[in-house]
């Protein structure tokens, strides 16, 4: 070949391959939220004109890879269950950019599939932020008792649940509601049921439950008022597209009786329908006491379409039981008498609860865009008549003893909208949350005075014999309740989760609250008013050095009323007052270990103030200089270690003290009802395919009954066990000790003299059938 011809040759060569597009290689991750790999994503490449064009699919690994011209792409990834994410490209501007693509867990919409839990961890949650987030990704100490725990540990109350849980006690709340201590704050009305405040005082049943969510720290960004230590929500069970037919069986001793049924049945391609009931007729180990309680919850699911689902539930329960206050103390302890003794007039003691409960949720997902609306309407009639005792003499001769019923009949309507919305800029993520709330409160409360003979109200009964068979006739006193009150709210609130990289993660929020409480005397026609307009903000940052891992530091704020939890305080005098502040200082460290177990680290320091003090200068005048601090350390663990061992704990120091001297305390006095020290461990062993053990370990040290610190209730440590055997299938036998060692101990109190022991060991036998 000639010169020339080679030049010829070489230069065509090169005028050929500049006339070529040039063509890139992208690659990428698509990722769920735990950024965990997605296998089978559809990835598809948009050009900028709107053609499309490759389509793949991403390998086990999650990855994919694609070849491409130069120019400007729309990259979509999409799923069956996630959300659809797209990410915008150019190349060769982004020739050197590896995608990651994570994709949001879309609502359930088109179906629900019921399936047995074979451990006691749940890996995500939407209460605590209002869109489904990973719990190690929530910058907040969160508790979630599954429904397993609950059947394996045969729950059936709150403070069952909570003695599981670290940082919270179970209150007495008089015996005759639910009431918990929750870093150091004592609430009767934080409480919630799907995310809708449910604060009457009563006590709750499980058997309609999936689970049990203890969120602590102040959560007003999300729940609004109160909530100043934490709040506790139940998550009911929802109609799915699976039949399921389950009976449960109890009986033990005192006279434990139980049966709960659960039932559920696709109508059709579009409706389900759910039905869970519950019958109790049980005596106790204190004489004199039972209960008996009711209940039947309907649940229906209406797939509308594939982007709408609908969800409407009805709770009617009903409970009536013996009041019983417990015993009295004496010398700075609980008395020394045996744990069944009675306090009172048990044929004249008597609680009783009646709740009825209508739900309706729309959920509709149009692309990225989700829309919830939840209404709720509860009507709830409840009331006691108790005996209270009083001091001992110094002699042990005498207790004294004051009567009283009480009654409250309440409505509430709540009505829920919220809009989630995510955004994907380059490598950041942006999962925006919009919302609003409005509700009304009408509430009724009327209080009678006990006459002992019709003329005192007050009476001394031998301590030797403290049961008591006195005439006493019930009418007002020239202070007791007889009111109306009217609450009304309007709120709304803002939130971002932003994902700033893989190793960074930011949410913020702001919820602003319009509290209108009208308060009528019914005695008097004095009508008052207090209006209170509340912002509450939250903000969190999580950094992840590794997947698993998330350390997270938080900080948020709440307020409670001057009128109370219950609306109960509002006076002339109160209201003036501003209501009391919560905020929240907390880091801690999430770390899940092979997916299958959580452990959990917390530190905290939670200040309360504007609460009530005398002036120094003027005993008549109420300032609001007092103030509480509680700092705390608390460790939880829950899931399964090994296949065959499954756990549920952890523990909590918290030191909860008055920081500046309220009306009720001096500075430094610690808060009643917070031990320094608590322990819980539940251990479920897997034997054999049909055999399975479990034991626990509950440990409390001394706390005080009352925040005068004179009287102390001992710590204690209690042993639990449990024998499970498959004997088919489908039906489980289980045996339930409770107190193995028989140890005497005292497990809360309403004050000095209100202290309830705990059950010497029981034994209960479970018969779970599904069909």
Known sequence: MTKLSTITYFAFLAGYALAQPTQFTLQGKILDATRAPIEGAQVTILAEQGASGPVVMSARTGEFVVTVQAGRYTVRARKDGFVDVTRSVQFPQDASTSLEMILPVAPVLASVTVTESTGYLIAEINTATKTMTPLRDVPQSIFVVTQQQIRDQMMMSIADVVR??????????????????????????????????????????????????????????????????????????????????????????????????????????????????????????????????????????????????????????????????????????????????????????????????????????????????????????????????????????????????????????????????????????????????????????????????????????????????????????????????????????????????KYVQVIAGLRFDHFDLQYLNNRTTDKIRRIDNLLSPRAGIVFKPVTPVSIYANYSVSYLPSSGDQFSSLTTITQQVKPEKFINYETGIKWDLARAVSLTTAIYRLDRTNTRSTDPNDPTRILQTGSTRTNGVEIGANGSITRWWKIAGGYAFQDAYISSATTAARTGAQVAQVPHNTFSLWNNFQLRSRLGAGLGIVNRSDMFAAIDNTVTLPGYTRVDAAVFYSLTEKMRLQVNAENVLDRKYFINADGNNNISPGSSRAVRVGLNVRF
């Open 164 to 501: 599981y849980v670290p940082g919270i006690t179970a209150h007495q709340g008089e015996n005759n509601r639910d009431q918990v201590v929750i870093r150091g704050n004592n609430s009767s009305a934080d409480f919630f049921v799907n995310g809708v405040r449910d604060d009457v005082q009563y006590y709750r049943d499980l058997y309609n439950l999936d689970r049990v969510e203890a969120l602590k720290g102040p959560n007003a960004m999300i729940f609004g008022r109160g909530g100043g230590g934490g709040v506790i929500n139940r998550v009911t069970k929802e109609a799915a597209f699976q039949p399921l037919r389950e009976i449960n069986l109890q009986g033990g001793s005192f006279g434990n009786k139980r049966v709960a049924a659960d039932f559920d049945q696709p109508l059709g391609e579009r409706v389900a329908l759910r039905i869970n009931g519950m019958y109790e007729n049980s005596d106790s180990f204190r004489k004199y006491v039972n209960l008996e309680r009711y209940a039947i919850s309907p649940n229906l699911t209406i797939r509308a379409n594939e982007q709408t689902k609908i969800v409407l539930g009805f709770e009617h329960f009903g409970d009536t039981r013996v009041a019983d206050r417990g015993a009295p103390s004496f010398q700075g302890v609980p008395v020394n008498r045996p744990i069944s003794t009675f306090f009172g007039n048990p044929n004249d003691s008597h609680v009783r609860a009646r709740v009825d409960l209508g739900s309706a949720k729309i959920e509709h997902q149009r692309g990225r865009l989700n829309i919830t609306n939840r209404t709720q309407m509860a009507g709830y009639d409840r009331g006691y008549q108790n005996y209270v005792p009083g001091a001992v003499t110094a002699d042990k001769s005498q207790v004294a003893f004051s009567a009283y019923n009480n009654a409250t009949a309440r409505l509430n309507l709540f009505n829920q909208t919220d809009l989630t919305y995510t955004i994907a800029s380059g490598p950041i993520q942006h999962t925006l949350l919009a919302g609003a709330e409005v509700g009304r409160q009408l509430t009724d409360n009327f209080r009678n005075t006990g006459y002992f003979n019709n003329t005192t109200t007050s009476l001394n009964a031998p301590y030797s014999n403290p049961v008591l068979s006195t005439p006493i006739t019930y009418r007002q006193s020239a202070t007791d309740a007889d009111n109306h009150l009217r609450t009304n709210l309007g709120a709304t609130y803002i939130q971002d989760q932003v994902q700033l990289s």
